[in-house]
Nanobody, 124 residues
Framework: VQLVESGGGLVQAGGSLRLSCSAS????????IGWFRQAPGKEREFVAA???????TFYADSVKGRFTISRDDAKNLSLQMNSLKPEDTAVYYC???????????????????WGQGTQVTVSS
């Protein structure tokens, strides 16, 4: 499976961006698919995830109420980001954990497939 992110860019604080993640090589039929981010000098951190079967969603406290993860179709996922803050600046990665292990959903180590990342910069 190859994952490709798009939609990053530069936006002012308070603005919005919509990130997309497209899977190639196979349709996503199960598992957990999530978004993580990494700012310079910091560890990669969990942002949001969706369980492909059932559609349960999970969010980091820092983005809850501002970001929305959604499934567009069998191969595409989106992250709508509203009310962006300068601290949201990071490279955002899409990732897939194909087994659907619930305990893994918030941990980068549980994900097997990663995209190349897309830069999001929020100016103050």
């Amino acid at each position: 499976v190859q994952l490709v992110e798009s939609g990053g860019g530069l936006v002012q604080a308070g603005g919005s961006l919509r990130l997309s993640c497209s899977a190639s090589g196979r349709t996503i039929s199960g598992g957990n698919i999530g978004w993580f981010r990494q700012a310079p000098g910091k560890e990669r951190e969990f942002v949001a995830a969706l369980r492909w079967s059932g559609g349960s969603t999970f969010y980091a406290d820092s983005v809850k109420g501002r970001f929305t993860i959604s499934r567009d179709d069998a191969k595409n996922l989106s992250l709508q980001m509203n009310s962006l803050k300068p601290e949201d600046t990071a490279v955002y990665y899409c990732a897939l954990e194909p087994r659907g292990i619930l305990s893994s959903v918030r941990f980068a180590s549980g994900y097997d497939y990663w995209g190349q990342g897309t830069q999001v910069t929020v100016s103050s």
